[in-house]
Antibody
Framework: QLQLQESGPGLVKPSETLSLTCTVS??????????WGWIRQPPGKGLEWIGS???????YYNPSLKSRLTISVDTSKNQFSLKLTSVTAADTAVYYC??????????????WGQGTLVTVFS | QSALTQPRSVSGSPGQSVTISCTGT?????????VSWYQQHPGKAPKLMIY???QRPSGVPDRFSGSKSGNTASLTISGLQAEDEADYYC??????????FGGGTNLTVL
């Protein structure tokens, strides 16, 4: 059974970099038919797509975050990561990692991590 | 990319049917049959309920159904049950691997 687990600091200071890791178990990041994504949800608000990375290494970012965002994969550790620079209070949210299928067609994420709350606070 | 538009809340009594709308544009909902719906209970991760407009993943009850007309997609839940009370989010592919969510709809089972 595939499982995803987010990890990283729960508190980040304004203007610093938010770094999160998603550890995948029960499946391989090297698979060519899946993509791996990040989604966030500010407290009491809706979901926001952050970005995704495909087996080829190609990344696709939400245009509103693109200038501050990096998503990468470490296949040796079966992990993928998110780095968001110059954070502000508006980046406070529960961050989810997730897996979706991409095989001739695009499919929405069907496996999600439990989410981790990151608070930007000085 | 703007969020898809959903009603803030809907309600229904047990056994009734409710429909949640999701309005996008000709660049997302209207352009692709890649509309999906998620159910989210408080403190939990979203759960995929519908994909490709009207397809149900294994294990999702057939009380949940989806449709689309033009730039608007809909989720219908028939035979409402208490456990259906949750937030529901629509999601659409928007081209070039970009994805947009709706603002969410809170369903109350009266």
């Amino acid at each position: 059974q595939l499982q995803l687990q987010e990890s990283g600091p729960g508190l980040v200071k304004p203007s610093e970099t938010l770094s999160l890791t998603c550890t995948v178990s029960g499946g391989s990041l090297s698979s060519t038919i899946y993509y791996w994504g990040w989604i966030r949800q500010p407290p009491g608000k809706g979901l926001e797509w952050i970005g995704s990375i495909y087996y080829s290494g190609s990344t696709y970012y939400n245009p509103s975050l693109k200038s501050r965002l990096t998503i990468s994969v470490d296949t040796s550790k079966n992990q993928f990561s998110l780095k968001l620079t110059s954070v502000t209070a508006a980046d406070t949210a529960v961050y989810y990692c997730a897996r979706g299928l991409y095989s001739s067609s695009w499919y929405p994420p069907d496996y999600w991590g439990q989410g981790t709350l990151v608070t930007v606070f000085s | 990319q703007s969020a898809l538009t959903q009603p803030r809340s809907v309600s229904g009594s047990p056994g009734q049917s409710v429909t949640i709308s999701c309005t996008g544009t000709s660049s997302d909902v209207g352009a692709y049959n890649y509309v999906s719906w998620y159910q989210q209970h408080p403190g939990k991760a979203p759960k995929l309920m519908i994909y490709d407009v009207s397809q149900r993943p294994s294990g999702v009850p057939d009380r949940f159904s989806g449709s689309k007309s033009g730039n608007t997609a809909s989720l219908t839940i028939s035979g409402l049950q208490a456990e259906d009370e949750a937030d529901y989010y629509c999601c659409s592919y928007a081209g070039t691997f970009h994805v947009v969510f709706g603002g969410g709809t809170n369903l109350t089972v009266l």
